[in-house]
C-alpha cells in the first residue's frame, strides 16, 4: 500500500464508523479519512448530472507511451477520436471555421454565426488544453468554438507547437508569436486571451512574456482550470483524487505529460509554472473550475494571488464538475452559466 492510500480505512457506518474515525484524527497532522462512495449530485441539471457520471477515459488518463513514436500514435489516435465529437458540437453551434497562419504559426479563425454588435472589431485568442501534449489540429477548437459561439467573438485558435518533438519553449515560443503579431495589427485594449487547463498555463506565460518583452498585454483574461504549476502543488490534488474523472490522479498521466512537456527544464521557472511568477501585471482575470476538479486548488492559489497583486479577478466554481467538464458538456445549464459569466467579463473589460 502507497503513501496515497494507506489513510484511508473502510468500516460500517454509524458509531463504530464515527468512534475509528474520531479516534485516527485526534492528533494534529494529515486526515485520516473512511474509504466512501461520491454519489453524482441531486443539486445539478439532469445534463450536468450525465457528465458528471462519465466513467474514467481509460484512452486518456492512463497513457504511458514508451518511447516519443508510442507519444505520436497515442496523440494522434485521441485526437481522431475527439475531432468528430467536435465538429458535432462545431455544426450545433453553427459556428465556422478557416485554417490561417500567423507569425508563422499555425491557427485557425473561429467565427460565430453572429458577432455581437460591441465584438465587431475585438478578438479573443485561445490556447488549447490537452496537457500541453495532446489535441493538435481540429482537435484544438473544442473551447474556441464554444466560446465563440456563447460570446458572439471572432477567436483565433492558437494551434502551438507540442512534445515528443518539440517540448518546452516551444508551445510559450508559438503563443507569444502569435500574441506579438496580433496586437500589432489590432488595438491591444480590443484583444483578449483565453485558454483551458494547460492552454491556461499557457496563456498566464504568454502574458509573463509579453510583460517581460514589453508587448502590450490582453484587455482581459478568460482562463479555465489552469495548470498554473507543472508540480503536485495545491489540496485538491489528493482530497479530489480519483473522484476527478477526467484528470483522475497526477500520479498518471499528468505527472507524465508535465515531464514530457519540461524535458528537464527547471519547473520553477515562471514560463513553465507561472503561479511562482510575478502576477501583478496581470489584466482583470476570470477564473473557471469545478468542485472536483484536480486542479480546483491551483485555480484557488491563482485568484488568491492576483487578487493580492492587485488585479481585478472573477472565480466561478462549477457544482460536481471534474477537470473542464463544462467545456465537454456546454450545452448543460451550469456551463451555459458560467459561459455566460465568460461573456460578460470580456465584454465589460475590452474597451
Known amino acids: 500500500m502507497d503513501s496515497r492510500s494507506s489513510g ?21 497532522g494529515p486526515r485520516t479519512v473512511p474509504g466512501r462512495v461520491i454519489p453524482v449530485p441531486a443539486s445539478v441539471s439532469p445534463a450536468m448530472q450525465e457528465t458528471i457520471a462519465m466513467p474514467y477515459r481509460d484512452s486518456e488518463w492512463r497513457l504511458d507511451p514508451p518511447d516519443a513514436e508510442g507519444w505520436r500514435q497515442a496523440v494522434a489516435g485521441l485526437a481522431a477520436h475527439t475531432i468528430p465529437a467536435i465538429k458535432k458540437i462545431r455544426d450545433r453551434l453553427g459556428v465556422r471555421v478557416e485554417p490561417i497562419t500567423v507569425a508563422g504559426v499555425g491557427c485557425f479563425e473561429v467565427h ?25 489540429g481540429e482537435a484544438c477548437l473544442l473551447e474556441a468554438i464554444v466560446l465563440a459561439a456563447t460570446s458572439r467573438i471572432k477567436v483565433i485558435a492558437v494551434d502551438y507547437r507540442m512534445p515528443p518533438d518539440h517540448p518546452f519553449p516551444a508551445a510559450v515560443e508559438d503563443a507569444f508569436a502569435v500574441w506579438s503579431s496580433l496586437v500589432a495589427s489590432h488595438a491591444p485594449d480590443r484583444v483578449a486571451l483565453s485558454g483551458g487547463s494547460s492552454g491556461g498555463g499557457l496563456a498566464m506565460a504568454t502574458v509573463l512574456r509579453a510583460k517581460q518583452e514589453e508587448v502590450p498585454l490582453p ?34 498521466g499528468p505527472s507524465r505529460a508535465a515531464a514530457l512537456y519540461a524535458n528537464g527544464h527547471d519547473r520553477g521557472d515562471p514560463l513553465l509554472s507561472p503561479l511562482r511568477g510575478d502576477l501583478s501585471c496581470f489584466p482583470p482575470t476570470i477564473l473557471l473550475t469545478g468542485t472536483r476538479d484536480l486542479f480546483l486548488s491551483l485555480t484557488v492559489l491563482v485568484h488568491r494571488k492576483l487578487r493580492k497583486a492587485g488585479v481585478a479577478t472573477d472565480l466561478h466554481v462549477v457544482e460536481g464538475a471534474s477537470h473542464f467538464q463544462y467545456f465537454i458538456n456546454p450545452f448543460a445549464a451550469e456551463s451555459q452559466d458560467v459561459l455566460a459569466e465568460i461573456a460578460s467579463f470580456l465584454d465589460r473589460h475590452m474597451a
Do not use: C, K, M
Not at 484587455?219 to 483524487?241: K, Y
Open 8 to 28: 484511508v480505512i473502510a468500516l460500517p457506518d454509524g458509531p463504530q464508523l464515527q468512534n475509528a474515525v474520531g479516534a485516527a484524527n485526534e492528533t494534529s
Open 112 to 136: 460565430p454565426s453572429e458577432i455581437a454588435p460591441a465584438n465587431a472589431d475585438r478578438l479573443l485568442v485561445n490556447t488549447h488544453g490537452g496537457g500541453y501534449v495532446f489535441n493538435p
Open 219 to 252: 484587455a482581459a483574461l478568460a482562463i479555465q482550470s489552469p495548470w498554473a504549476d507543472l508540480d503536485e502543488v495545491g489540496d485538491s490534488f489528493r482530497t479530489n483524487e480519483w473522484l476527478d474523472s477526467v484528470l483522475v490522479t497526477y500520479g498518471a
